[in-house]
């Protein structure tokens, strides 16, 4: 539903790209995928969502670096994620190279 409304109202030019609604929805988002995935999800949906959770910081990031807190603090926390996001690349790469041992 949150995908929903940020994909209507980005795509309709209902509302500017960085406006607060916008943000606030991906703001919302990003947990919301994170809830939303199962514990036994596989290495590709994990990655997947770390990928759509990335993209959705880093557009928050490019507006709030400019009308927020410093941007070190953004570049921090979009630092943490793409390390989380690597990190699940390298264990799906692992998972399909174990698969093509058995």
């Given amino acids: 539903m949150l995908r929903d409304l940020l994909q209507s109202y980005s795509t309709r030019r209902k509302l500017h790209p960085?406006?607060?609604?916008?943000v606030a929805l991906r703001e919302k988002l990003?947990?919301?995928?994170?809830?939303?995935q199962s514990?036994?999800?596989s290495a590709s949906d994990v990655r997947a969502?770390?990928?759509e959770q990335v993209k959705l910081f880093g557009e928050i990031k490019n507006v709030m670096v400019k009308v927020?807190?410093?941007?070190?603090?953004?570049?921090?926390?979009?630092?943490?994620?793409?390390?989380?996001l690597e990190k699940a690349k390298q264990l799906e790469k692992d998972g399909v190279?174990?698969?093509?041992?058995?």
């Fill in 97 to 102: 190279v174990e698969q093509e041992q058995k």
């Fill in 68 to 84: 927020d807190q410093p941007p070190d603090v953004w570049e921090d926390a979009m630092g943490q994620l793409e390390r989380e």
């Fill in 30 to 36: 990003i947990p919301a995928l994170k809830m939303a």
């Fill in 18 to 22: 960085n406006h607060f609604l916008l």
């Fill in 39 to 41: 514990a036994d999800a």
């Fill in 49 to 51: 969502r770390l990928e």
